[in-house]
């Protein structure tokens, strides 16, 4: 079935430094791709999406880009802030393109 | 705004007593889900509505029913909560394929 698996964490990084989240998936079809976002206390907000293979997403400094050929889509930034501390989620969609499956969500801590 | 509201936010009840976590959503999506996130397992889905009237089971349906009478509303109930029901739950609503917007949440708490 469709599934999306998506790096262990918690994961802790300085500020400025650079940032990769792993994403891999499992679809039938040919899915669209998402990154959300979960700061704390709130809901989860779509971050950025990518709807074919070799599309990047991008969004608030943070990309991914959907690699067919190795079924991912890795979220990186280049520079992270304390701000960006969040929960962030992988996700993918298919056929109807409104039932989605996400992973199971990977915490970043960024400290001073 | 375009927007998904839940309410309540918080709540805390016993176990047994019926409860209804409200869901709206004021942007004419078709699709409305769900979800139950725990620590460790993510987010799981409960159910979901292609349309008014149309309903099915997500992942982790036990415990709860839902119905979708009106297209901008699809309530969450709880007949009789158990404690292994206490969850962060998200309501997040689709159209077209552009990905979800989620709601806020509401923390459920049974005793």
């Known amino acids: 079935g469709d599934s999306v698996t998506q790096m262990e964490g918690p994961v802790t990084l300085s500020e400025e430094a650079f940032l990769t989240i792993n994403c891999t998936y499992t679809?039938?079809?040919?899915?669209?791709l998402f990154w959300y976002v979960q700061y704390p206390g709130e809901g989860l907000q779509l971050l950025l999406k990518?709807?074919?293979?070799?599309d990047k997403g991008s969004n608030k400094g943070f990309e991914a880009t959907y690699r067919k050929e190795t079924t991912s889509f890795h979220l990186e930034k280049g520079s992270v802030q304390v701000s960006d501390s969040a929960v962030y989620f992988c996700?993918?969609?298919?056929?109807?393109?409104?039932?989605?499956?996400f992973g199971t969500g990977t915490s970043l801590t960024v400290i001073p | 705004e375009a927007q998904v509201t839940q309410n309540p936010r918080y709540l805390i009840t016993v176990t047994g007593k019926k409860l209804t976590v409200t869901c709206s959503q004021n942007?004419?999506?078709?699709?409305m889900s769900w979800y139950r996130q725990d620590p460790g397992l993510g987010l799981r889905q409960i159910y979901y509505?292609?349309?008014?009237?149309?309903?099915d089971k997500g992942d982790v349906p036990e415990g709860y029913k839902v119905s979708r009478k009106e297209k901008r509303n699809f309530p969450l109930i709880l007949e009789s909560p158990s404690p292994n029901q206490t969850s962060l739950y998200f309501c997040?609503?689709?159209?077209?394929?552009?990905?979800?917007?989620f709601g806020s949440g509401t923390r459920l708490t049974v005793v």
């Open positions: 996700a993918l969609s298919v056929n109807t393109g409104n039932q989605f499956y």
């Open positions: 990518a709807t074919k293979a070799d």
């Open positions: 509505s292609m349309n008014v009237e149309v309903t």
């Open positions: 679809a039938t079809g040919y899915p669209s």
């Open positions: 942007m004419n999506h078709e699709y």
């Open positions: 997040a609503s689709s159209g077209s394929g552009y990905g979800y917007t």
